[in-house]
């Protein structure tokens, strides 16, 4: 019989620091990583399908596994490449975007993974050729069933550099602000029963990140994590977490802290569930010197139906208080998302690496539609292809940070569809301060200690015929620091038209007008482009 572990969002806390060594450079790391989970898809779809050749059953209907190879071809006609306001430059962008998709459903070896390697050229234009890669890949191997598992994920993307340079709406135009920031991590997990008093996990986690060409936003996290649950049926239950963490950042910056509470539960019947908890902290955010206190939180959460999921969790610390607040609630042709979380983040300014695409968001976004990770990706690839959305776009800026931070992040986010108009909508809002007093001041926080990033989206996407369909969408994205001086909105509109030759083919046809206002006149830009995609599958 399945154990049923602790959610997630409790789980990240971890023990004792686990030595791993460590690659010099995340993305290389990511690429290692991401080859294995290759290797690990590809053996497990092979030999299901020389299993399913012996008999009757295909293979993709007895694993759920598939591997599709793909090219995409872009090419962009804009009036400034170089996203200036006095020295325009014209050029025609060709993107060749060779990728691939993979999936496995079933046995023990479940995980996604999408790459694609973008050679960028230029042609009437002295910027020099480049190329870009973009991942995303998260997997689970259960080596040994109902005990031991390890979760492996990574990802290379596109990120600011500081919330107050330079912004825009296309990754291959030449943008100095924008760099390519790698992340991987990989988490082994031991979890079982004592008898039939208890449940324990004990997770092991080792992240890294890595900024190309910068030591700002280089960091690597190692921590440790022991949990029991009590597995009692009655009104009451009780729980134990130990962590400890430790973060280094290559600017100078390391911290650690530990954590251990012990928790009581109440759930007088399915719907609804209390709980508090205490116990003791150990951290150095605020002054880099270890300081001892306590720390003590309250939860509930409320699910009258699988439609409908209201949650609240609050945890006390000396360097800030900590909350989640979620709901959500669909209805037959709508999806209503509201979260509201603070917490202290020792990657990304606004998260992990391409925590802020568009993937990323509607993943987020669909999870209650469908739980499984693996085929909540294909769903969500999907509606990007059908809104006319490039995954690996971003849907709201970040920027790379030296220390950790305190990050208060807000979501709103809904979609409605009628009989041939879908509407989505996403409205974020994110306050960063940096913490202690030891930290090198680098990036944004050299000339703001605390930024406001606000972003909001809006999509209309109609189907004009089974096999075309036009959309709009609408971005807007504004970063405030202390001081007036410190202020940057970026705006854009996008218009799309995309349809589909057959099964593997696709295209799309489109028109942007962007408006960057930077700290001043000179660093300000418009920018107007006609693009054009067509991409094949080869499976």
């Not at 092991?204 to 936003?217: C, L, R, W």
């Not at 009104?235 to 290559?250: C, E, P, Q």
Request: proline residues 4%.
């Amino acid at each position: 019989m399945p154990v049923n572990r602790p959610r997630a969002d409790r789980l990240r806390l971890n023990l004792p620091q686990i030595p791993v060594p460590c690659p010099h450079r995340a993305w290389a790391s990511s690429a290692v990583l991401s080859a294995a989970l290759y290797a690990l898809l590809t053996s497990h779809a092979s030999a299901q399908v020389q299993a399913a050749a012996a008999g009757d059953t295909p293979a993709a209907a007895r694993t759920g596994s598939h591997i599709t190879p793909r090219i995409a071809v872009t090419e962009t006609v804009t009036d400034n490449n170089t996203l200036s306001s006095t020295a325009k430059d014209a050029a025609l962008i060709t993107m060749v975007s060779p990728g691939i998709s993979m999936s496995s459903t079933a046995g023990r070896l479940r995980g996604t993974l999408d790459y694609s390697l973008s050679e960028i050229l230029y042609t009437k234009s002295n910027q020099k050729n480049r190329n870009q890669q973009a991942l995303t890949a998260r997997g689970t191997a259960e080596l040994i069933e109902n005990f031991f598992l390890v979760d492996a994920n990574a990802s290379i993307g596109q990120q600011l550099t500081s919330a107050f340079g330079t912004q825009s709406i296309d990754h291959s135009l030449a943008n100095s602000n924008s760099t390519e920031v790698a992340s991987f991590s990989l988490s082994p997990v031991v979890h079982g029963r004592l008898a039939s008093v208890a449940r324990y996990e004990v997770r092991g986690t080792y992240s890294q990140t890595n900024a190309k060409d910068s030591i700002v936003g280089d960091n690597d996290v190692t921590s440790g994590n022991f949990r029991l649950d009590s597995v009692s049926g009655g009104l009451l239950g009780w729980w134990v977490n130990g962590t400890s963490t430790r973060s280094h950042f290559r600017t100078g910056v390391i911290n650690n802290s530990a954590l251990v509470l012990v928790g009581l539960k109440y759930q007088p019947d399915v719907e609804f569930q209390l709980g508090i908890n205490g116990g003791r902290e150990r951290s150095d955010y605020l002054t880099g010197t270890a300081s001892k206190g306590q720390s003590y939180g309250a939860n509930a959460s409320w699910i009258p139906s699988p439609r409908t999921t209201l949650s609240f969790d609050w945890q006390s610390h000396d360097y800030g208080n900590s909350h989640t607040v979620n709901f959500e609630h669909r209805m037959a042709r709508s999806s209503w998302r509201m979260t509201d979380s603070q917490n202290v983040s020792t990657a990304l300014a606004s998260g992990a690496v391409g925590q802020n695409t568009n993937y990323e968001l509607l993943f987020a976004q669909y999870a209650s539609i469908e739980p499984d990770p693996v085929k909540r990706d294909v769903l969500v690839r999907n509606a990007l292809t059908t809104l006319g959305l490039s995954p690996d776009s971003l849907a709201s800026a970040g920027f790379l940070t030296g220390g950790p931070t305190l990050s208060h992040n807000q979501v709103v986010s809904f979609s409605v569809e009628m009989l041939r108009t879908t509407v989505t909508a996403t409205a974020l809002q994110t306050a960063t301060r940096q913490l202690g007093n030891g930290v090198v001041p680098v990036a944004s926080s050299s000339v703001s200690g605390n930024v406001v990033q606000r972003s909001g989206t809006l999509n209309v996407a109609h189907v004009l015929t089974p096999t075309a369909s036009a959309n709009v969408a609408y971005t807007q994205t504004q970063s405030h620091g202390d001081g007036s001086n410190f202020s940057t909105t970026l705006r854009s509109i996008i218009a799309n038209w995309t349809g589909r030759l057959n099964l593997r083919t696709n295209y799309s046809l489109g028109l942007r007008h962007a408006q960057f206002d930077g700290v001043n006149s000179a660093a300000s830009y418009r920018e107007n482009a006609v693009f054009g995609t067509f991409s094949h599958e080869f499976n």
